[in-house]
């Protein structure tokens, strides 16, 4: 695996791979961008092509189904050679989301976590979108610490991975798996 530093500012990988999918698609009132028209409420599902995307909300359970969603696209897309690795990164970055981007304004059931999978042939990007301005912080924990390894779990297990600060919307956080055994 390469080592890529975790932040994607303007005409870096980031926007190579994902700009042409994060255009905003509404009118004037709307500044979403993500790989949905709009905000998936947390439960719905989008698959199409190469894309597919899910809502979750600000759980634990929503590690779990960002698993099992990530099982049956990589199925389905015939990528499951990437499994074990997309699982143990979507697990990380999810989580990462939930912990540390839940929504601190308006009820809960307002906001929710966009997860998006993007097949191009045979590499595969999974991306996190959350409220939150918060970047990721690596840091290193102590020896006996439960946690703070994730973001080194991420860099070990993809091929590269970064965020991006998203106008008005939060953050997007990515990871990407290349099939190079195809």
């Not at 190579?16 to 994060?22: V, Y």
Request: hydrophobic share 40%; net charge negative.
């Amino acid at each position: 695996m390469t080592t890529h530093p975790a932040y994607s500012g303007s005409g870096d990988l980031f926007s190579a791979a994902f700009g042409d999918r994060l255009q905003p698609t509404g009118g004037p009132a709307s500044c979403w961008r993500g790989l949905s028209p709009a905000p998936l409420p947390v439960g719905d599902r989008l698959v199409r092509g190469a894309t597919a995307v899910q809502g979750l909300g600000f759980h634990a359970t929503s590690v779990k189904q960002a698993r099992d969603f990530t099982t049956g696209v990589l199925a389905t897309w015939g990528l499951t050679r990437l499994r074990s690795d997309a699982l143990l990164v979507v697990s990380e970055m999810v989580t990462n989301a939930c912990r540390h981007a839940a929504p601190t304004v308006g009820p809960p059931g307002d906001w929710s976590i966009q997860f998006g999978l993007v097949r191009r042939g045979t590499r595969l990007e999974c991306l996190v979108f959350d409220p939150s301005k918060a970047v990721p912080v690596r840091v290193d924990p102590d020896r006996c610490a439960e946690g703070g390894r994730g973001l080194h779990l991420i860099d070990s297990f993809s091929s590269e991975w970064g965020w991006d600060l998203l106008e008005g919307q939060g953050k997007v956080v990515w990871a990407a798996f290349d099939d190079d055994a195809n």
